[in-house]
Nanobody, 124 residues
């Protein structure tokens, strides 16, 4: 049974930073690309960032590029999202997801396992 558990969310002022973590179990973490998505109230879930199985390729949504950094530590079965210069519009529930293959992908339907989400709230 594959499990993804996010942590690190919270309340932060605009301009601040947070680091999210996603720890995986139940399948060989290092064999799969991973991604972060987010969902704000009343909006569809949207792509944030993705990383390939060895971490050599990353993709970012335009809205977060230059502010967020996705990394992974395969030895710890953990993926991270460093979020800097946070804005109120970054407020959402953030989800980590495991892709179907090794290639970093941005399409939500290419992910087959999801975490339960962690709330990030950025105050102005």
């Amino acid at each position: 049974q594959v499990q993804l558990v996010e942590s690190g969310g919270g309340l932060v002022q605009a301009g601040g930073s947070l680091r999210l973590s996603c720890t995986a179990s139940g399948r060989t973490f290092s064999n799969y690309a991973m991604g972060w998505f987010r969902q704000a109230p009343g909006k569809a879930r949207e792509f944030v960032a993705a990383i390939s199985w060895r971490g050599e390729t990353t993709f970012y949504a335009v809205s977060v590029k230059g502010r967020f950094t996705i990394t992974r530590d395969n030895a710890k079965n953990t993926m991270y999202l460093q979020m800097d210069s946070l804005k109120p519009e970054d407020t959402a529930v953030y989800y980590c997801a495991s892709a179907e293959g090794r290639t970093a992908v941005v399409i939500i339907h290419n992910y087959d396992y999801w975490g339960q989400g962690t709330q990030v709230t950025v105050s102005s």
